[in-house]
């Protein structure tokens, strides 16, 4: 059958004919529809398979349709399916706190539950404000936190901001992000303090301990405990973002625990809840205190604050993470992968980097990155678009992948790269 095949074909026709448009991207060869998925194994509405490299968006790091999670998911909501966030909470918003706890680095013991992640980051920057009495912000170039306004108050790709920049206020101050192999730390890390201590209006600074859709670009060791003392030398509060890179994608339950450093505030989100909207800003308690204690009326909420279906979803998520042990599979298996990929590099690649199961293969521009991922979508595997100017193909399965569905997609992504060479 022909990839896309025919529902799918009909199917994005309905969608033109309703969807406002800048959505989704659709032509004659792309995308494709899904119907079900279950571990790194996706099925579309037409009955062809595929290997998801991409978990979704970094969504499903214990796998698709874990059993255990959507078994947690069914029995809650049977029990209960909302409740009332800031007024009336639940027992299992509080348990999940207390799991949370366990899993984060324990200087972090104050928690903000959010549904995305664009919001973990936008109360991560309030909080500074407030605790900081600024209100301007440090983040890097090819940074990605969101897109709704006050993460784009902290964006770093351009054609994200730039249509909206006369609402958002003022621009961020934007710090290359160092390259591992090509930059120093400390090198990197003089060249930050440059130009951090000729700004005295500075709240916080915002940093992926890997960009990811910047390019899945990895800084030299060292660089993000450098970037902890240059922040507390500088009295701003450290903001990282681990939306993706949060449980166990980079071969740590949380990419910063490689380097042993504490945040100011951590914000999470993706994979904590399998698939159901949740994300968390958990921070230190003398950051996280400068809010006010509620007088009954919260100056940061929302409507399904600690939903009890993502509450639930994200305890079994957390307990299969530790079950099955995805933190050391995926360094195992990206050594593997790494290795396999690395290979690549003057075959079409013009680089190669990554941390556990989070690669990134740079190609020429952006017209062959998307030739190779149109190319491995015919073969049957499942890869996004990533880079500053499109330029990347971004690979992060379910940390769940077999050895041998992992082989079969890396050859498929080592043809496709040399062919569109």
Not at 112 to 126: D, H, M, N, Y
Not at 373 to 393: C, D, F, N, Y
Request: charged letters at 20%.
């Amino acid at each position: 059958m022909s990839i896309p095949g025919p529902r799918s074909a009909a199917l994005g026709s309905l969608l033109r004919a309703y969807e406002q448009r800048n959505v989704t991207f659709l032509a004659d060869d792309f995308p494709i529809f899904w119907e079900s998925a279950e571990g790194a194994t996706v099925t579309d509405v037409d009955g062809n398979e595929y290997v998801d490299c991409t978990a979704a968006f970094g969504v499903a790091n214990a796998g698709h349709c874990n059993p255990r999670v959507t078994q947690a998911i069914a029995d809650q909501a049977v029990r209960l399916v909302h409740g009332m966030g800031d007024v009336h909470p639940t027992e299992i918003r509080a348990r999940l706190f207390e799991r949370l706890a366990t899993v984060v680095p324990r200087e972090l013991d104050r928690f903000f539950l959010a549904t995305t992640g664009s919001e973990a980051i936008e109360t991560a920057l309030k909080t500074a404000m407030l605790a900081t009495g600024k209100s301007r912000f440090a983040a890097y170039r090819g940074a990605y936190h969101g897109l709704s306004f006050g993460a784009l108050a902290v964006g770093g790709i351009e054609r994200f901001r730039a249509p909206f920049a006369a609402a958002i206020g003022s621009q961020p101050l934007l710090l290359p992000f160092p390259r591992a192999g090509v930059d120093t730390p400390n090198g990197a890390i003089e060249s930050a303090r440059r130009t951090l201590v000729r700004q005295a209006d500075l709240a916080a600074l915002v940093i992926e301990p890997v960009q990811g859709r910047g390019g899945c670009v990895v800084p030299p060791d060292g660089y993000l405990a450098g970037v902890r003392a240059l922040c507390n030398e500088l009295g701003i509060v450290m903001i990282v973002d681990e939306i993706f890179t949060g449980f166990g994608r980079t071969g740590t339950w949380f990419a910063v625990d490689r380097e042993g450093v504490v945040p100011d505030i951590l914000c999470i989100g993706k994979a904590m809840g399998s698939g159901v909207p949740i994300s968390a800003a958990i921070g230190r308690a003398a950051i996280m205190d400068a809010w006010p204690p509620s007088g009954g009326e919260a100056l940061h909420t929302s409507t399904y604050l600690g939903n009890p279906l993502a509450c639930a979803a994200a305890l079994a998520t957390i307990g299969e993470i530790e079950r099955l042990e995805l933190p050391q599979r995926a360094a195992s298996l990206g050594a593997h992968l790494g290795a396999r990929l690395s290979a690549s590099r003057g075959r079409g690649a013009v680089d190669v980097r990554g941390r556990g199961l989070f690669w990134g293969v740079e190609l020429r521009d952006a017209a062959a990155a998307f030739a190779a991922v149109k190319a491995a979508l015919r073969r049957g595997v499942i890869v996004l678009q990533s880079g500053i100017h499109g330029e990347s193909i971004a690979i992060s399965p379910p940390l769940t992948i077999e050895q041998a569905q992992l082989d079969r997609a890396a050859a498929v992504i080592e043809s496709v790269i040399e062919e569109t060479s």
